[in-house]
């Protein structure tokens, strides 16, 4: 019921001008962020329309389900991003900010913190019209066409400066940015990751043939050439999208996988081949997804299905072709498609009795459901698709893998944010190779999917530049979701604690052009954004420090190691059992290398895992892991138990 009051009366608010000081397109956490910054610099003394083209708010953190999970505590000191943290605990009773808390508890609190400022107001199932949205008079935009629900006559929205929040450029590119999609070629910036690279992190281990008899190829390879052939080149590829959906185990809180409308078995062959062929070589089923702990969630009974070790997985490879700059009709269909191709792939793997899926592996899927408390207005299936990516600026200066390492080491007179990820590239392509060993068929091969941390996840600093579409071009649009970075960095930048703040520095770069008469946003004087941005509890510098110039503090003495040796056992993949011994420390925890290649160690959360593929989690993230608890990702059932030989 006090959702309902909220989203009416920020819908209602009767503004007397006409002219926005601030309209925000796109609620997602980058949008919603812009608007709380700006109104807070400005006190509330000044006009702000945020419009949503869907039903919902959050984007990602509450529609999509992730929250805020990608998340290292020292990035913040005290914004409203920590503020929606620490709203979300007060929910649960707990003193700790909750990062991705159910969704209805994460967008009631989004919703709450916009209706208290009675000078913003949220427009919803506003869409921005195909072409011909945007009027400018020189490089200023002037005015943003929209249709309700995307039919009927446009409804034009007049603003001194916009804020592109949306995941898809959308407006920064009707304003007439230079924008571009998919994968730079490795030349272009010197990056070592730049286009198409050898091979995946989610190979097919055991050859599995990509075709029917006739020739033609199974669903869900594409006809792309073999990426060996082309090391290095550009393509329009983009990184696999999905649906992040809940899951549960709890009986009075789950509801079956649907089987999707117009399922067949036969759309799911590739699966199938896939589980036949690495049970005949006994290998170990690599499954298509893992179930993450919900991130600092304190009931501790939600699953996030995410990131599976298997090479044919939840995340829809290949199925995003078209998406970026596709019209509302194309996107949808490519929408439809994504979301028939996971909740396929779930009921395969659960339900369908021809999968030929083992007993003993169904046993595990049938065990979750999905929660039954989330989305059920849409099946209780997340309705914000993942756009990993799409259209990126390309503005005076492009961010680049180069400037990222760079940006780690050497302090930025112009940073305006940190970010803390590895260049977590999702799987670009799943094509049909040739089989040198048998020449009468042709093999599905996989490419793209890096690591979470490759290339290292250290702090770095992102330079305002990033944010500004070119000055010839767009003088008065900010696009914090698609900045002008290049493919490869961008893997590193995109997740939402990142783009929250980005959306902060937008805002405050904008309230700054403001008060200098309305001046164009690259005017913008940096030494005054950063001032702002450290008033609201921004991080800019790494280690952290108000200016280039300050003195570095002293790193924090490594906390005592309580315990310098655990002993795994009950695991299901039994390789993971054994002693793991204290080596180093890793982000600021002890590292403990076991057998077999697994390693135990803290990333967000405490993982056990081997070759960057994360086997078993737990939703504990303490200076020690905890000896129970442990949830399975993509190991084999049961989870492990943890046992000290040491303590200290």
């Not at 800019?540 to 005592?560: E, K, W």
Request: glycine letters at 8%; a negative charge.
């Amino acid at each position: 019921a006090l959702l309902a009051v909220l989203m009416s009366a920020l819908a209602g608010l009767s503004l007397a001008d006409t002219t926005y000081d601030l309209i925000v397109y796109g609620a997602t956490p980058a949008g919603i962020a812009a608007a709380l910054s700006y109104t807070n610099l400005t006190n509330d003394q000044t006009s702000i329309l945020v419009l949503e083209p869907t039903n919902y708010i959050g984007g990602m953190a509450s529609p999509g389900g992730i929250g805020l999970r990608d998340h290292h505590d020292g990035s913040i000191l005290n914004s409203t991003e920590l503020e929606w943290g620490l709203r979300n605990a007060k929910h649960y009773n707990v003193s700790s900010p909750v990062w991705q808390p159910d969704s209805w508890v994460g967008e009631a609190n989004l919703y709450a913190m916009l209706s208290e400022h009675a000078n913003i107001r949220l427009v919803k199932n506003e869409v921005i019209l195909e072409r011909d949205a945007v009027v400018k008079a020189g490089t200023r935009v002037v005015s943003l066409a929209t249709q309700t629900n995307g039919t009927g006559n446009p409804n034009v929205w007049t603003g001194v400066y916009f804020i592109d929040g949306s995941y898809e450029g959308d407006l920064v590119f009707q304003a007439g940015a230079s924008m571009t999609f998919g994968r730079e070629a490795k030349q272009v910036y010197n990056e070592s990751l730049g286009g198409i690279t050898a091979s995946s992190i989610a190979q097919f281990k055991v050859d599995v043939d990509a075709t029917w008899g006739n020739g033609t190829l199974l669903d869900f390879i594409s006809h792309n050439a073999d990426p060996r052939l082309h090391l290095g080149e550009a393509d329009d590829n983009m990184m696999a999208y999905s649906f992040r959906a809940c899951l549960t185990t709890e009986d009075g809180n789950k509801v079956p996988f649907p089987k999707p409308a117009g399922y067949r078995t036969a759309d799911f062959e590739l699966a199938r081949r896939h589980v036949v062929a690495e049970l005949a070589a006994k290998q170990s089923l690599r499954l298509p997804w893992g179930f993450l702990p919900y991130s600092a969630y304190p009931p501790g009974n939600k699953r996030d299905a995410c990131c599976g070790s298997g090479p044919v997985g939840i995340d829809a490879v290949g199925l995003e072709v078209g998406y970026a700059n596709g019209t509302r009709a194309q996107r949808q269909a490519i929408y439809n498609r994504i979301r028939y191709y996971v909740q396929g792939l779930m009921y395969f793997w659960q339900q369908d009795p021809n999968s030929q899926v083992p007993e003993e592996t169904r046993k595990t899927f049938l065990s979750y459901g999905l929660c039954k408390d989330e989305w059920p207005e849409n099946g209780h299936f997340p309705p914000q698709l993942y756009v990993r990516e799409a259209r990126r600026l390309v503005g005076d200066r492009v961010f680049t893998q180069n400037d990222r390492l760079e940006a780690s080491s050497n302090c930025r007179n112009d940073s305006i944010g940190l970010a803390v990820w590895g260049i977590d590239i999702h799987e670009m392509q799943r094509v049909a190779v040739d089989d040198p060993s048998n020449t009468t068929r042709r093999k599905a091969y996989n490419e793209g999917l890096t690591s979470p941390s490759t290339g290292g996840d250290f702090w770095y600093e992102l330079p305002y530049w990033l944010l500004l579409p070119q000055r010839a071009e767009v003088t008065n649009v900010i696009s914090p979701n698609t900045p002008s970075i290049s493919h490869v960095a961008f893997a590193s930048l995109r997740v939402e604690p990142t783009l929250w703040r980005l959306g902060q520095a937008s805002a405050t770069a904008t309230y700054v052009a403001m008060t200098q008469s309305n001046a164009d946003v690259h005017e913008a004087n940096i030494t005054r954004v950063q001032s702002l941005l450290l008033q609201q509890g921004v991080a800019i510098h790494y280690p952290f420090r108000p200016r280039c110039d300050s003195p570095v503090p002293p790193p924090p003495p490594p906390a005592p190691v309580g315990c310098h040796e655990f002993n795994v056992t009950g695991a299901g993949f039994t390789a993971a059992n054994g002693v793991y011994k204290y080596t180093k420390q890793y982000e600021n925890a002890p590292f403990f290398q076991g057998p077999n290649g697994f390693s135990l160690y803290r990333y967000s959360n405490w993982h056990i895992s081997v070759n960057s593929s994360v086997y078993y989690a737990c939703d504990c993230s303490g200076s020690l892991p905890t000896l129970t608890g442990w949830s399975v990702l993509n190991g084999a059932a049961p989870p492990p138990t943890l046992t000290c030989l040491d303590k200290q």
